[in-house]
């Protein structure tokens, strides 16, 4: 294979990919063994490698044919994969909170989840929700009677959203496998307009205040509104976004 500018057939790109392919193999599988080792690969030797083998005009050739051939995965940003996080636990919720009618076809859970016609409740206190599920009769009388309980609680420094709340807690209570990406929920770093927002620093501002984001320019008299350009908001933190307008322009 020629290390020089010119025209390149299909065989030599195969070739040049064939040969790359299997220098990343080898490269991951020497890499894994040396950080077993406790060893550190070193970058600038691969580098050079590579530089010594190819002409700088092969080698941005080869990674021309790299970027073509690889597939382009859009990069989403936390906002993004938080609010496809959110939809997703709210399928969760509604799949999962009552059967009222039809045929009982859960496989999963404990024996409320799987055998009988039920209903969930849940209550909210501030940062915690309660999944309180109870058996129906006949499918259409809720018991009094409590059956089983699930609880869940945002941790310090998260932020709250009552659907991935609503989901730890009910599957807790039917005892289901919950979701890792439920438990490990990826944060918001963009405030958008419905987000709850506080914790503002000011000697004039109660710590413990907070507002919902409003639209910009929106000044409003009383109420907790605040808008998204104002300094309260652009020096608060990010409270709870159960209602907030993912996806919506400002």
Not at 24 to 29: A, D, E, M, T
Request: aromatic fraction near 8%.
């Amino acid at each position: 294979m020629e290390n020089k500018l010119g025209r390149k057939d299909m065989q030599d790109w195969q070739e040049m990919t064939d040969a790359l392919t299997a220098r990343v193999y080898k490269s991951g599988f020497n890499a894994g063994y040396d950080a077993a080792k406790d060893e550190t690969p070193d970058v600038e030797d691969m580098a050079k490698s590579l530089w010594d083998k190819y002409t700088p005009e092969g080698l941005s050739d080869l990674m021309m044919a790299i970027d073509e051939l690889c597939p382009h995965v859009p990069i989403k940003s936390a906002n993004e994969q938080r609010a496809e996080l959110i939809q997703r636990a709210r399928e969760f919720v509604q799949k999962y909170e009552s059967v009222e009618t039809g045929d009982l076809n859960f496989h999963i859970g404990n024996a409320t989840a799987q055998l009988h016609f039920y209903k969930t409740e849940f209550v909210r206190k501030e940062n915690k929700i309660t999944a309180l599920v109870r058996w129906m009769s006949h499918g259409t009388e809720v018991q009094s009677v409590v059956r089983h309980v699930g609880r869940s609680q945002c941790i310090t420094g998260e932020v709250f959203n009552e659907w991935i709340g609503k989901a730890i807690a009910l599957a807790r209570a039917l005892e289901i496998d919950i979701p890792k990406e439920f438990m490990n929920a990826v944060q918001p770093d963009e405030v958008v307009l419905g987000m709850v927002v506080g914790k503002f620093i000011h000697p004039d501002v109660d710590e413990s205040y907070t507002s919902v984001v409003s639209k910009p320019g929106q000044y409003p008299r009383g109420g907790r509104l605040s808008a998204i350009d104002s300094d309260f908001v652009r020096l608060s933190t990010i409270i709870d976004d159960t209602n907030a307008q993912y996806g919506t322009d400002r």
